[in-house]
Nanobody, 125 residues
Framework: QVQLVESGGGLVQPGGSLRLSCAASGSIFSINNMGWYRQAPGKERELVAIITRGVYAGGITNYKDSVKGRFTISRDNAQKTVYLQMNSLKPEETAVYYC???????????????WGQGTQVTVSS
């Protein structure tokens, strides 16, 4: 089985920063896309940022328009971890943040999508 465990959420003042981490464990051969989503109360879950595996290093990133220039997604393939650095946070970004990964459990297997349990981010003075 595969588990994703997030950390780094909490309470931060408007304009502040947080860094979220999500580590995958279990039977994993490789991980393709890694992403962060968020869901505010009464709203649908939305994509915040996504990063592809990349051939040599890093990966191709894509961001929700409203977070471009403030959020940075990155990954450590050896540690099977994805990060989200969030700067200049706004109160309307208060939400539960979820990580998501496309996992290849063994060579030749199908890609399976997994979600973390979510971590609360509250932006408030």
């Amino acid at each position: 089985q595969v588990q994703l465990v997030e950390s780094g959420g909490g309470l931060v003042q408007p304009g502040g920063s947080l860094r979220l981490s999500c580590a995958a464990s279990g039977s994993i051969f490789s991980i393709n896309n890694m992403g962060w989503y968020r869901q505010a109360p009464g709203k649908e879950r939305e994509l915040v940022a996504i990063i592809t595996r990349g051939v040599y290093a890093g990966g191709i990133t894509n961001y929700k328009d409203s977070v471009k220039g403030r959020f940075t997604i990155s990954r450590d393939n050896a540690q099977k971890t994805v990060y989200l650095q969030m700067n200049s946070l706004k109160p309307e970004e208060t939400a539960v943040y979820y990580c998501n990964m496309d996992v290849l459990r063994w060579l030749g297997s199908e890609i399976t999508n997994y979600w973390g349990q979510g971590t609360q981010v509250t932006v408030s003075s």
